[in-house]
């Protein structure tokens, strides 16, 4: 259905920006092999299935160690972001949200937008890096 297309592509774009965000790199051991767009809480809930809190980087074998070992991927993120928005995070998952098609276009559109910049400025970071190397060569 056309509802499925755009889920679908939300997903593709969301993810895009969540692993280039994290610089393609697993924020749980650091690998930059097969990386994916790994959920703490399960996209099955529209709450948090695209919220930024909920989604990073990881290697398909962290990603796929979540689906049986919680524990790892949840530690990290309070080590890294608190208890509290652990829990903040854990209610709104709870929480049932429905999507009007429009909702995800917009949202298809806002991640395109993030993706495009972080992109360029990655370009540019490297560009910067490089011509400080070259001058530094000098």
Same mark, same amino acid.
């Given at each position: 259905?056309?509802?499925?297309?755009?889920?679908?592509?939300? $997903?593709?774009?969301? !993810?895009? +920006? /969540?692993? @280039?965000? $994290?610089?393609?790199?697993?924020?749980?051991?650091?690998?930059?092999?097969?990386?994916?767009?790994?959920?703490?809480?399960?996209?099955?809930?529209?709450?948090?299935?695209?919220?930024?809190?909920?989604?990073? @980087?990881?290697?398909?074998?962290?990603?796929?160690?979540?689906?049986? $070992?919680? &524990?790892? &991927? %949840?530690?990290? +993120?309070?080590?890294?972001?608190? %208890?509290?928005? +652990?829990? $903040? *995070? =854990?209610?709104?998952?709870?929480?049932?949200?429905? =999507?009007?098609?429009?909702?995800?276009?917009? *949202? /298809?559109? +806002? =991640?395109?937008?993030? *993706?495009? /910049?972080? /992109?360029?400025? !990655?370009?540019?970071?490297?560009?910067?890096?490089?011509?400080?190397?070259?001058?530094?060569?000098?």
């Amino acid at each position: 259905t056309e509802r499925k297309k755009l889920v679908s592509k939300l $997903d593709k774009v969301f !993810g895009d +920006y /969540i692993k @280039a965000r $994290d610089n393609y790199t697993c924020v749980l051991c650091g690998s930059k092999e097969r990386i994916q767009c790994g959920h703490l809480f399960t996209r099955a809930s529209y709450s948090t299935r695209w919220n930024e809190l909920n989604a990073h @980087a990881q290697c398909a074998s962290c990603n796929m160690r979540h689906e049986y $070992d919680f &524990f790892p &991927f %949840q530690n990290w +993120y309070v080590k890294k972001f608190s %208890q509290q928005n +652990y829990e $903040d *995070l =854990y209610f709104q998952h709870k929480q049932v949200v429905k =999507y009007k098609d429009w909702e995800l276009l917009d *949202l /298809i559109d +806002y =991640y395109k937008e993030k *993706l495009k /910049i972080k /992109i360029s400025k !990655g370009k540019k970071g490297k560009q910067m890096m490089a011509n400080a190397f070259c001058q530094w060569q000098m």
